[in-house]
């Protein structure tokens, strides 16, 4: 119920007035069954934006460090994240990514949507960064259709570091439902796994814009900490 006090009440009048977000492919997205929502990451808003413009509820993977801080500002920060149906994981990788990849799963099978940023966090330049095969091995696994989403301009507003966010139009751009059901059984081939995550990479650039660099952004974050460039003149990360 709080997903929803938020979005038409609470929060969303407010982003709809402030923001003036518009939306290109609503149709894109089923009625429906589960589908995975596979969206560019630029900014932390990015999660109140595409969930303002669809009218289906969408639940989030979001690391367990929103659900542990401590003190009153803990409380609150885990009873909001809880309250519009957020679901903690692990991403410190190995047992943890599996786990993650089950819950994944379970919300899927229940015929949700689930909203993934393949890149498996946020852009700190605003470039498009490699995907990880997450996005690839749920979906197959699932049976469920991949839809990308470009988040438009939420980079501008609020790029990482800035908490208060600037004054500018949004946008949200869906593309229509990829079916890699011709992959059946091969949700375990690497080689697949990475093929299906770049044709997703593909539309998100095709969607967003973006200038699209073949690293990680966990890599590319460790590059401009050290003052190296994290763009297509550096090295590419092997798989």
């Known amino acids: 119920m709080l997903y929803w006090v938020l979005k038409y009440i609470v929060v969303g009048p407010w982003l709809r007035v402030l923001f003036r977000p518009w939306v290109e492919g609503a149709d894109h997205v089923p009625e429906q069954g589960g589908a995975l929502l596979a969206s560019n990451h630029?900014?932390?808003?990015?999660?109140?934006f595409?969930?303002?413009v669809v009218p289906r509820p969408i639940t989030f993977l979001a690391k367990s460090d929103y659900f542990t801080g401590p003190g009153v500002k803990g409380f609150f920060t885990k009873l909001f994240f809880a309250g519009v149906g957020q679901v903690p994981v692990d991403r410190?990788?190995?047992?943890?990514?599996?786990?993650?990849?089950r819950t994944g799963l379970r919300i899927l099978g229940e015929g949700s949507l689930l909203g993934i940023y393949p890149e498996g966090t946020r852009s700190p330049n605003g470039t498009l960064y490699r995907g990880k095969t997450g996005v690839a091995r749920m979906a197959m696994e699932a049976h469920v259709p991949i839809i990308p989403?470009?988040?438009?301009?939420t980079y501008e507003i609020q790029p990482p570091g800035q908490v208060r966010p600037s004054l500018r139009r949004v946008g949200v751009r869906i593309g229509r439902p990829l079916d890699f059901s011709r992959y059946e059984g091969l949700e375990?081939?690497?080689f697949v796994l990475r093929s299906v995550t770049d044709e997703v990479m593909y539309e998100l650039m095709s969607l967003s814009g973006q200038e699209y660099v073949d690293m990680y952004a966990t890599r590319a974050k460790e590059l401009i900490a050290d003052g190296s460039p994290a763009d297509s003149r550096s090295m590419v990360d092997p798989d």
């Open 188 to 190: 375990n081939d690497r």
């Open 92 to 101: 410190s990788g190995g047992r943890a990514s599996e786990a993650a990849m």
């Open 149 to 153: 989403v470009a988040m438009i301009n």
């Open 50 to 52: 595409l969930p303002l």
């Open 42 to 48: 630029l900014s932390f808003s990015d999660s109140f």
